[in-house]
């Protein structure tokens, strides 16, 4: 069965910190990699995506990295303010069965003032 | 542009009622797609579509149906509800399955009583 697992499930550090949110995967045979982001209350907010072939790709403060052949993503976080405090999720779209996405169970992020 | 629309945002309903879940996106997305979020269980896909008049069973499909007569419009249908079926649902769509990022709507908190 594929499995996309984050650790920690949750992380706290103060304002200002570079940090990094992990994703592993249990099947190198992707179509793309995805990170969202979830405010409580709220939908999820596409931040990055991935394909098979790109090794990374970067947005503002943020940079995701793929490495297929370890299974495994993260996503960097630079100079972390309180407004990045929100639940991380990364959801992977896997060649067999392309129609779904598996999601992990994310990582709730705190930065604190 | 509104993105993915759902209604309603909240809904309390007895157990054996039926409703329908409303999701409409703007964007002219071929694929949509209807999630449940649950503590501890993340989000598994109930149902999908791939365009109008497409639809196919997610991981969770049992005691929902959909129908996709335009590519606005992707609504889910609980036929006979159950306290199992209390759970916030999220309706996301993109351009392509294995290619486009996921758009989500804000989700329907639904509890059944």
């Known amino acids: 069965k594929q499995e996309v697992t984050q650790i920690p499930a949750a992380l706290s550090v103060p304002e200002g910190e570079n940090l990094v949110l992990n994703c592993s995967f249990t099947d190198s045979a992707i179509y793309n990699l995805q990170w969202f982001r979830q405010d409580p209350g709220k939908g999820l907010t596409s931040l990055l995506l991935i394909q098979s072939s790109q090794r990374e790709q970067t947005s503002g403060r943020l940079n995701a990295s793929l490495d297929k052949s370890s299974g495994r993503s993260t996503l960097y976080i630079a100079a972390s303010q309180p407004g990045d405090s929100a639940t991380y999720l990364c959801a992977v779209s896997f060649i067999q069965g392309a129609q779904k996405l598996v999601f992990g169970q994310g990582t709730r992020l705190t930065i604190n003032p | 542009n509104a993105g993915v629309t759902q209604t309603p945002k909240f809904q309390v309903l007895k157990t054996g009622q039926s409703m329908t879940l409303q999701c409409a996106q703007d964007m002219n997305h071929e694929y949509m797609s209807w999630y449940r979020q649950d503590p501890g269980m993340g989000l598994r896909l109930i149902h999908y579509s791939v365009g109008a008049g497409i639809t196919d069973q997610g991981e969770v499909p049992n005691g929902y149906n959909v129908s996709r007569s335009t590519t606005e419009d992707f609504p889910l249908r609980l036929l006979s509800a159950a306290p199992s079926q209390t759970s916030v649902y999220f309706c996301?769509?993109?351009?392509?399955?294995?290619?486009?990022?996921?758009?989500f709507g804000n989700g329907t908190r639904l509890t059944v009583t």
């Open positions: 996301a769509s993109s351009y392509t399955r294995e290619r486009s990022p996921l758009h």
